[in-house]
């Protein structure tokens, strides 16, 4: 009699391997934004965990592995590992028992770690644009990479006195942005110096990647080349209607609203009145909000000043021309002059004609056949019409 202990064994050890859920997969990658959990399960009666033969490498280097056994049953071994840190990984294992009895080797799929995903980078004329104004050219630039890169989406919004928020991502982004495997970049120089384009302009971008991230950027950004526009309010149109109109008296305050993409610099407004050619002294009038660095954005998403300008000030009759200038922070001087359609002339005229003479009708009684009547009409303003009746 002996101790001696004989195995026979002729079965070949089998293995299942199962990870955590990857966020994506795709093209045989599969992609992790946090660690990799595996769980290897060996069926073998005659297990032992050093003839496991488990390689791995990252982004086509060796690497190590830890891996963790329980032993479930006689026949279920079960091991566990975890794998942390950005990079593309590949793990193979062999095992062959102590009979000899090979498993079939097991190479799975790549998996990648992808933790990290860069903001996109917005530029204008190659620098950081984000909250300046622009008065000449703006080259708008758009970048972002990721090795894992998936999509992106880009909208582009402009505020106007006219119109708030609205897309012009297709005017201006026109053609969209180039992308590879590994991101995109494009530049756009289609801000044309045109009056139409000043405006507060919002760009927004986002990109995602394989591994379920997302990241975006948003910048404002303002094109002031030509300053301000002005809208004044109905009475005041009423009265520069066809060159100018002709009234007794003013009967409501004049209202101008300045609306300009940038703050107004502080003390550089102008509102200036003639008279007949003369500057009227001590014009009366109101300014909302007050001009000064602190000062928000109105209800248009522009600066917008409101000038009330008081009715007292063309009190005397005479020929009333209005001029409204301003600076803002840009460097531009708008003027309400550089307008045609917003050039301000009336007339206040509260006298009536004067019939200053006539002569050839001082007799009461005229002998003759024909007389010649002679008269001289006047008025300051100007005569709409004479009517003569006999």
Known sequence: SDTKRVVVDNISPTMTVSYNQAVSSESGIHYYDDVIIGTIVVNEANFYEEDV???????????????????????VHTGTFRISGDGEYVIRMNYKDKSQNAMQEYVPDKMRIDTVLEKPIITINGKDGDGKAYKDKAVLGISFTDTNFETYRAVLSVTSYADKDMDVTDKFLAGGIPVGENGGSASFDNFAIERKNDGIYRLWVEVTDKAGHVAEETIMFTLNRYGS??????????????????????EEDLVITEYNADRLV???LRIEVSKDGKPVENLEYSVTPEMNSRVETGSSGWYQYSYTIKKENFAGDGVYKLAVSSQDATGNTPETAAFEDKNVKFYVDSTAPEINSITGLEKRVINATDVLVKYSVYDTMGLESVTVYV
């Open 266 to 268: 502080e003390n550089s």
């Open 229 to 250: 526009v002005y809208e004044y309010n109905d009475y005041l149109m009423g009265l520069i209607a066809d060159g100018g109109a002709y009234v007794q008296e003013l």
């Open 53 to 75: 033969v488990i390689g791995v490498t990252k982004d086509g280097v060796a690497d190590s592995l830890q891996v963790s056994w329980i032993h479930n049953s006689t026949d």
